[in-house]
């Protein structure tokens, strides 16, 4: 069920240019899923700020969220401490549905601030026992976060726009490499992206995240809609229907 | 303390509000909190058939407020009545609808249509919506086609009729004379000012549709300059007044001001316990500047000469 908390900031890390790593303590992190969101309330700011749930450590009641900074919003984000409060409505959103999915190879698909959801997929992936290849797009050498983490998942592969990590280029560059079969595949990123990867796997199933600007975020306001495929004069609400979406339902042109 | 005000179709036990378009039909709020709590409900604009708005983005962030341009998207009143209403039946709280149309005829429709529904106690006339092509704000703008709206509305609807006035206006009483004069139960006040952002780096306009609405507290002024105009002029209208409320000290400005309810929107997307915390506060601010009740403030915010 959806509430509004107020919850503690156990840790607040920087852990790549301009990008920080948030620990929340809440009772309800357990009941977090994959692909999900919080929306956020920072002082000053009339509207909320989605950001997506990282990971989640249901022992110690507590998730992670992964944000870099954009503007005003999350500049002041940015400068919170542990030990601070912050004002959360969580959670909120759809989320990937892997459990209602049969499948042994999933392939991740991530540009800049949509890797964070997909580390938590990745980790609930692999206690299910499906073999997971990561694909994670960002700036430059700089921007990287988590690449270790996504390893201990399965094969990761780094592209950066720039080439100063990785390979240059775009995650489409490497996805057209990978021979290898997969039943799934899982994308959050910038629309670009999405339509780069929609389209290049289109032929195969997959789940994408997107993102839009929201008022409410829970479903009332109808600030946040993506057309549908079907028919493109229909729409859902991202923040309520979505974020998460199967890759051929809605429209991203 | 007593928070009770009653007017046209509506016994509320307390003056506040969501404000249509905040809310959507309830369902989610209902999560958060006990939607006895409120005064009333009013939901989301009703169309003749389902709309789906205009393109994203549809809302930016200002300094003390936003902008929007939704676009009316709605299920159509015909949905609306079959899946979303019969939901707010189950609460002791007064269901106000709020129609929109693009021609005369779509409202008279709308009204006519909601006459079904069983669910309702009144209906708020919008037309003041800046977001739509056609229709909505040129009935606000204009005196002689919010006259012929109003009293065509008022003569198909079972339900006391709320006309919802647009700001964007040089002269609010005209406008407040005009649909009074062709039948109106009350007025409500205010909707949006049209504003727009422009993104710097983009150099285009945020919002897709380029103009949007302006709410929150950044219009609050604007909206008690109005009302307390209206006041002025008509002492007998019912107000529902709105626009920026955040706190239980906004409600009682509006009520000095000359409303005799008022409504509650963008607050509800920064806490979704906007309403029933400004309600809650309510009794402890009015006793604080020297109230009794909620009635014994409304219209007490004017000076003579
Ligand atoms: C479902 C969802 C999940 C997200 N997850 C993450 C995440 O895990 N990590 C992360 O860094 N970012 C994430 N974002 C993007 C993040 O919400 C924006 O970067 C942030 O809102 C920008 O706010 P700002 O004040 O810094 O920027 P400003 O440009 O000053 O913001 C102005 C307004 O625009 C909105 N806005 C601007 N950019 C976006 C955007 N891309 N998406 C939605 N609203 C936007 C803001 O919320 C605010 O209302 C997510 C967005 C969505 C919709
Ligand atoms: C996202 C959004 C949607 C709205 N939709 C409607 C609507 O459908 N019908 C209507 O009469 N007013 C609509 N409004 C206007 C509000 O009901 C209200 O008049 C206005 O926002 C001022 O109040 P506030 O400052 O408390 O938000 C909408 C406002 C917002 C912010
Ligand atoms: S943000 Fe309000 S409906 Fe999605």
Redesign the pocket.
């Known amino acids: 069920m959806i509430t509004k908390q107020s919850l503690e900031i156990n840790s607040h890390i920087q852990i790549a240019e301009d990008t920080f790593e948030v620990v929340l303590q809440s009772s309800l992190s357990k009941e977090l899923k994959p692909g999900q ?1 919080v929306h956020i309330q920072l002082p000053g ?1 009339m ?1 909320r ?4 749930i ?1 990971n989640v450590n249901p022992e110690a009641e507590t998730f992670t ?11 002041n984000l940015s400068k919170y401490q542990a030990g601070e409060f912050l004002d959360v409505i969580l959670p909120c ?1 759809t989320h990937y549905p892997i459990e209602d999915l049969s499948l042994e190879h999933a392939l991740l698909v991530g540009g800049g ?1 949509g890797v ?2 997909l580390y938590y997929l990745g980790t609930k992936l692999k206690e299910k026992g499906v073999k997971v290849t990561s694909v994670l797009g960002f700036q430059s050498a700089s921007h990287v976060f988590y690449e270790e983490k996504f390893q201990q998942l399965g094969e990761t592969f780094i592209a950066t726009n720039d080439g100063t990590y990785g390979q240059k280029g775009f995650v489409t560059d490497i996805i057209s490499k990978l021979d290898k079969p997969i039943d799934y595949y899982f994308s959050c990123g910038p629309t670009p992206m999405l339509q780069a990867v929609t389209s290049q796997l289109a032929d195969q199933k997959g789940y994408i ?6 008022g409410c975020g829970v479903g009332t306001c109808y600030a ?1 809609v993506v057309p549908l495929k079907a028919d493109p004069s229909k729409n859902k609400k ?2 309520k229907d979505g ?1 998460v979406f199967p890759a051929n339902e809605v429209n991203l042109a | 303390m007593s928070l009770a005000v009653t007017l046209p179709g509506l016994a509320l036990k307390n003056p506040v509000m969501p404000a249509s378009g905040c809310f959507g039909f309830g369902k989610e709020y209902s999560q958060f909190f006990d939607l006895n709590e409120l005064g009333a409900i009013i939901v989301k604009a009703a169309t003749g058939e389902a709309r789906y708005g205009n393109p994203t983005p549809r ?3 200002t300094s003390s407020g936003m902008l929007n341009a939704i676009g009316l998207q709605n299920p159509g009143v015909d949905n609306i009545i079959a899946d979303e209403l019969p939901f707010l039946s189950r609460f002791d709280t007064p269901v106000i609808a709020n129609i929109a149309g693009s021609t005369v005829e779509e409202y008279v429709k709308v009204a006519e249509t909601l006459n079904k529904s069983n669910d309702l106690s009144a209906i708020e006339l919008n037309i003041s919506c800046p977001n739509v092509k056609e229709g909505g704000v040129q009935f606000g703008t204009d005196p002689e086609l919010a006259k012929e709206v109003t009293y065509k509305v008022k003569q198909a609807s079972n339900y006391p009729v709320y006309v919802k006035l647009s700001p964007n206006v040089t002269n609010i009483t005209t406008m407040a004379k005009a649909v009074v004069d062709a039948g109106a139960d009350g007025l409500s006040m205010i909707n949006t000012l049209t504003g727009m952002q422009i993104n710097l780096k983009k150099r285009a306009p945020i919002i897709a549709n380029k103009t949007g609405g302006l709410s929150g507290p950044a219009i609050k002024p604007v909206a008690i300059r109005m009302i307390y105009e209206v006041r002025q002029a008509l002492s007998d209208i019912p107000i529902i007044g709105m626009g920026g409320i955040m706190t239980a000290e906004d409600v009682l400005e509006f009520l000095l001001a000359g409303a005799n309810a008022v409504a509650v929107g963008t607050a509800n997307f920064q806490n979704p316990h906007a309403c029933p915390e400004i309600i809650a506060e309510l009794p402890g601010i009015l006793s604080k500047y020297g109230f009794e009740s909620v009635e014994e403030a409304i219209g007490k915010g004017h000076v003579h000469g």
């Open positions: 969101f700011h509207l700020r989605p950001v997506s990282a969220m992964i944000f870099k900074i954009f503007g005003e919003g999350t500049r959103g601030i964070p959801p995240s997107l993102e839009e600007r929201m946040c991202i923040c974020p | 809302v930016a962030e």
